[in-house]
């Protein structure tokens, strides 16, 4: 199956119950909305001044130059957050701060750059303005009652600064989703320990935990587990039972993956969907759907692992949280050197991004699936469609960043 197809395949199975909770608008970075939201109010809720300078009547300032400036009378101050108490008659003028309540009569503001004192009481107006010049009017950044964000907006800093204006300071959003994490295998021990000869340390567990807080939600280790059927099988009965996704990263050896799939399979129904996909790296891969919950047996090498859960398990955490996923952050360069592949398969390709003679290249970083590194040096990848049999070097591509 091709990677789109496999993962329509594990949609088409699951049927999404959004759990819901109200956090502080503090604990709302990254969450995911569970409700549209409109504003209790207009923003702002008062006219004011976008810069330093005078309120006036802007029809007191038309025809005004630098040879024939406006003669306007000062009627008093605008002091900073407090209600303006001065009143702007015909041709006069009211002093005015940045943020400053626009007083009652006036409807523009006259910056102090264009002004000249003649004395305590009198300002000259080099350049006319017109009516809302330099004004913001009430409700000009929202309005109360209008849609603000919707169901399934994932909440960035500036979101939350928005919301703050507007005094909500509680929203209701997607609980964060359990994600339970196994790492299998005779040859992986924990990175606290010296390996022995033929072992390596648990690579996988840090890296899509990562990747699952990343995406806001909550890893759940699960331990490393040996290459033993029954050992395996109760860690991910555990796994299903008290976590709403499962990941089981497994060994590359044909056996392996075929004990993992079985232990998917006997998780429940409908068990495994897919086992193996047109795609490198990452072409052993399970999804299967148990309880209700989705599982997925991602491959033990490294780099598969990681660009299979971007694939598949990124838009399923999405889907389980109401999430409209957002698009991938990517930006375009030249590819430095040509990216054979293979037709009927998808290929990601790691690449380091360099600049030269004012150009963005995309380098490369070649290397097996097994090497962890490939990603530490890279800075996103590169994706050759199905067919397209390679890139070629000075190809202008989009570089999927990580």
Not at 48 to 56: C, E, K, L, P
Not at 289 to 300: D, E, H, Q, S, T
Request: glycine residues 10%; charged residues 20%; aromatic residues 4%.
């Amino acid at each position: 199956m091709t990677p789109s197809e496999a993962l329509a395949r594990l949609h088409a199975n699951l049927a999404p119950e959004l759990r819901t909770e109200r956090v502080p608008l503090t604990r709302g970075l990254g969450r995911v909305l569970a409700h549209d939201l409109v504003s209790p109010v207009d923003l702002p809720d008062f006219a004011r001044s976008t810069m330093d300078g005078y309120a006036v009547r802007a029809a007191d300032t038309f025809g005004a130059s630098e040879g024939l400036p406006a003669y306007l009378t000062i009627a008093g101050d605008i002091a900073m957050g407090t209600q303006a108490t001065v009143e702007v008659g015909a041709t006069q003028a009211a002093r005015i701060a940045t943020g400053g309540m626009l007083p009652n009569g006036a409807d523009a503001v006259v910056m102090v750059e264009l002004t000249q004192v003649v004395d305590s009481n009198t300002i000259e107006v080099l350049r006319p303005v017109a009516p809302g010049e330099n004004v913001i009017r009430v409700g000009e950044d929202v309005a109360a009652g209008a849609a603000i964000l919707p169901r399934g907006h994932t909440l960035r800093a500036q979101d939350l600064g928005g919301l703050a204006a507007l005094g909500i300071t509680e929203i209701p959003v997607a609980c964060r989703l359990r994600v339970g994490i196994i790492s299998s295998g005779d040859e992986v021990v924990p990175p606290d320990q010296q390996p022995r000869p033929g072992q390596i340390r648990d690579v996988n567990t840090y890296a899509v935990a990562g990747l699952v807080e990343q995406a806001g939600h909550d890893a759940v280790p699960l331990g490393v587990i040996p290459d033993v059927y029954e050992e395996l099988e109760t860690a991910a009965q555990r796994g299903i039972a008290e976590c709403d996704i499962l990941i089981l990263s497994a060994g590359s050896s044909v056996s392996t993956r075929d004990m993992t799939a079985d232990v998917i399979a006997s998780l429940g129904e409908p068990g495994v969907l897919v086992h193996g996909v047109s795609l490198r790296p990452g072409k052993p891969t399970i999804l299967a759907v148990a309880r209700g919950k989705p599982v997925f047996g991602l491959p033990g090498n490294p780099v598969s692992c990681m660009v299979t859960f971007d694939l598949f398990v990124t838009p399923t955490l999405a889907l389980l949280s109401g999430a409209d996923r957002p698009p991938r952050r990517t930006t375009f360069a030249r590819l430095s050197h040509s990216i054979p592949s293979a037709a009927g398969r998808e290929d990601y390709v790691q690449v380091r991004l360099e600049n030269s003679d004012g150009e963005q290249w995309a380098a490369p970083v070649f290397g097996k699936s097994n090497l962890i590194y490939t990603l530490v040096h890279a800075d996103g990848m590169v994706k050759v469609e199905l067919d397209d049999g390679g890139l070629s070097e000075g190809a202008f591509v989009p570089v999927i960043l990580f």
